[in-house]
């Protein structure tokens, strides 16, 4: 065997030979004899029941040189050190996390970006990869191609006229004034309703009862389910509206992300008719959009169950409806009354796809409930009322009057955005609201007298 000795500044020996130790005041041992690097034969004592050499050291920065060992127990420390320094480098400059000395760069003047801008618009917007860029507006091309690219993406991203969209590893620009509203604004029905603070912790053996199938954005508790690299997800009314999904929970890693980017385009392919159509990964406000025709295409509602898993093709998520044959089925359906309130009533709807019977609902009057979300906040009033108005009407659908919490959710957010959390935190702790088990709750008799006030 060959052994090591750290105290002997890492020096590697031999072990040639081995015999019994004799000290009465150790006990019993061994003694192996090595031979060294130079040639030397030394005796080390060996097999030592009690010696501290018998526990391995922990392996830390304080006693390892060996940079694998240092980057895996400090690598986000140390890129966190790394990069403030250079961000605090007045001579350097970033584009999509690389770095480059900015007295290098090669000039671009507005006469360029004006180009930029024509070529893009010809594009419908884009996107385009830097490199088509170059070879239309005629930058120079006598110097190195790659610090071409980096100077005019450096130009690029300090114009507001243009967007870097490409996913990590890959830029490609997008005029800005050309995406989608919903993209550069986000849509009113995922901005989030004012609610009261809560304790996340009091509602949590609740909120983990919700089914695997839902994820909302303003929840990051709800996972959601992984199986077979899929995730299957109920659709809500605010994403159904809007032409959206979430980003929360396995979605997060499921669509493509940015080094910087605020907005990232990917493609999606629909598995079904085997189209691909655009889809926009719009990060700070964790949504996707791109789907309003797609939901129409499918004849899909809000309930619907859609399966997302990534394609083997970079930059593409496939989709996919959880198709039945089309029928009349008894789905709860919103209504507006004459006093522009909610109700709710079972009727039979065609659908062709599969849904969550809890969370389904169809709306035959869109531009009924639109008013609604247009509506001030104080016409609406608190998210206290909301909750308890819709639990009235829900209640009148079912002669126990019981209604579930994944019920209620979803007719909340028919109106206004808001997460189970804060729904789950007012049933818990509102006097006038049972909690039955099982995510089950009644409004008590004594509430009935409220609802004119």
Same mark, same amino acid.
């Given at each position: 065997?060959?052994?090591?000795?750290?105290?002997? @500044?890492?020096?590697? =020996?031999?072990?040639? &030979?081995?015999?019994?130790?004799?000290?009465?005041? *150790?006990?019993?041992?061994?003694?192996?004899?090595?031979?060294?690097?130079?040639?030397?034969?030394?005796?080390?004592?060996?097999?030592?029941?009690? #010696?501290?050499?018998?526990? %391995? +050291?922990?392996?830390?920065? $304080? @006693?390892?040189?060996? +940079?694998?060992?240092?980057?895996?127990?400090? /690598?986000?420390?140390?890129?966190?050190?790394?990069?403030?320094?250079?961000?605090?480098?007045?001579?350097?400059?970033?584009?999509?996390?690389?770095?480059?000395?900015?007295?290098?760069?090669?000039?671009?003047?507005?006469?360029?970006? @004006?180009?930029?801008?024509?070529?893009?618009?010809?594009?419908?917007?884009?996107?385009?990869?830097?490199?088509?860029?170059?070879?239309?507006?005629?930058?120079?091309?006598?110097?190195?191609?790659?610090?071409?690219?980096?100077?005019?993406?450096?130009?690029?991203?300090?114009? =507001?006229?243009?967007?870097?969209?490409?996913?990590? =590893?890959?830029?490609?620009?997008?005029?800005?004034?050309?995406?989608?509203?919903?993209?550069?604004?986000? %849509?009113?029905?995922?901005?989030? !309703? &004012?609610?009261?603070?809560?304790?996340?912790?009091?509602?949590?053996?609740?909120?983990?009862?919700?089914?695997? #199938?839902?994820?909302?954005?303003?929840?990051?508790?709800?996972?959601?389910?992984?199986?077979?690299?899929?995730?299957? *997800?109920?659709?809500?009314? +605010? #994403?159904?509206?809007?032409?959206?999904?979430?980003?929360?929970?396995?979605?997060?890693?499921?669509?493509? !992300?940015?080094?910087? !980017?605020?907005?990232?385009?990917?493609?999606?392919?629909?598995?079904?008719?085997?189209?691909?159509?655009?889809?926009?990964?719009?990060?700070?406000?964790?949504?996707?959009?791109?789907?309003? $025709?797609?939901?129409?295409?499918?004849? *899909?509602?809000?309930?619907?169950?859609?399966?997302?898993?990534?394609?083997?093709?970079?930059?593409?998520?496939?989709?996919?409806? /959880?198709?039945?044959?089309?029928?009349?089925?008894?789905?709860?359906?919103?209504?507006?009354?004459?006093?522009? =309130?909610?109700?709710?009533?079972?009727?039979?709807?065609?659908?062709?796809?599969?849904?969550?019977?809890?969370?389904?609902?169809?709306?035959?009057?869109?531009?009924?409930?639109?008013?609604?979300?247009? &509506?001030?906040?104080? /016409?609406?009033?608190? *998210?206290?009322? !909301?909750?308890?108005?819709?639990?009235?009407?829900?209640?009148?659908?079912?002669? /126990?009057?019981?209604?579930?919490?994944?019920?209620?959710?979803?007719?909340?957010?028919?109106?206004?955005?808001?997460?189970?959390? +804060?729904?789950?935190?007012?049933?818990?702790?509102?006097?006038?609201?049972?909690?039955?088990?099982?995510?089950?709750?009644?409004?008590?008799?004594?509430?009935?007298?409220?609802?004119?006030?």
């Amino acid at each position: 065997q060959t052994v090591t000795f750290p105290l002997l @500044n890492n020096q590697a =020996g031999r072990i040639i &030979s081995s015999r019994s130790g004799k000290n009465p005041a *150790i006990g019993e041992f061994m003694v192996i004899d090595v031979e060294m690097a130079g040639g030397d034969i030394r005796s080390f004592a060996a097999e030592l029941e009690d #010696h501290k050499l018998n526990i %391995p +050291p922990i392996v830390g920065l $304080e @006693n390892t040189n060996e +940079p694998d060992e240092i980057l895996k127990s400090f /690598q986000g420390t140390l890129e966190t050190i790394l990069e403030t320094g250079l961000a605090d480098n007045p001579d350097l400059v970033r584009i999509a996390d690389r770095w480059f000395p900015k007295a290098l760069l090669v000039d671009v003047n507005i006469g360029h970006l @004006n180009l930029v801008e024509a070529l893009l618009e010809m594009e419908n917007g884009g996107p385009l990869p830097t490199k088509k860029i170059i070879d239309q507006i005629e930058l120079p091309t006598d110097v190195n191609l790659r610090l071409t690219e980096f100077s005019l993406n450096h130009a690029l991203q300090n114009d =507001g006229r243009f967007d870097e969209v490409g996913p990590s =590893g890959e830029v490609l620009w997008f005029l800005r004034r050309l995406e989608p509203p919903e993209v550069r604004e986000t %849509p009113i029905y995922l901005r989030k !309703s &004012s609610y009261p603070e809560y304790d996340a912790a009091y509602n949590e053996t609740h909120l983990s009862l919700f089914d695997e #199938h839902i994820i909302d954005e303003l929840q990051p508790e709800l996972m959601g389910r992984l199986k077979d690299g899929a995730v299957v *997800i109920a659709l809500t009314y +605010p #994403h159904w509206r809007s032409g959206t999904l979430p980003i929360s929970g396995y979605l997060t890693n499921l669509f493509p !992300s940015a080094y910087e !980017s605020p907005r990232v385009l990917f493609t999606f392919f629909d598995t079904e008719n085997n189209d691909r159509f655009s889809g926009w990964v719009v990060r700070q406000s964790k949504y996707v959009f791109g789907l309003h $025709e797609w939901y129409k295409l499918h004849d *899909i509602i809000p309930g619907s169950l859609i399966a997302l898993e990534k394609s083997e093709k970079s930059g593409e998520i496939l989709i996919k409806i /959880q198709k039945r044959r089309s029928s009349k089925e008894y789905v709860k359906t919103a209504l507006v009354g004459a006093d522009g =309130g909610i109700v709710f009533a079972n009727l039979k709807q065609m659908v062709s796809c599969e849904f969550d019977e809890r969370l389904a609902l169809v709306t035959p009057d869109v531009d009924s409930i639109d008013a609604i979300w247009q &509506s001030s906040a104080k /016409q609406r009033g608190t *998210i206290e009322k !909301s909750i308890l108005a819709m639990m009235r009407e829900l209640a009148k659908l079912t002669p /126990q009057g019981h209604v579930h919490a994944q019920e209620l959710y979803s007719a909340v957010n028919l109106v206004r955005r808001c997460p189970p959390g +804060p729904i789950l935190s007012l049933l818990l702790e509102n006097d006038q609201v049972s909690d039955l088990g099982n995510l089950y709750f009644r409004l008590e008799d004594k509430a009935k007298g409220d609802e004119n006030d």
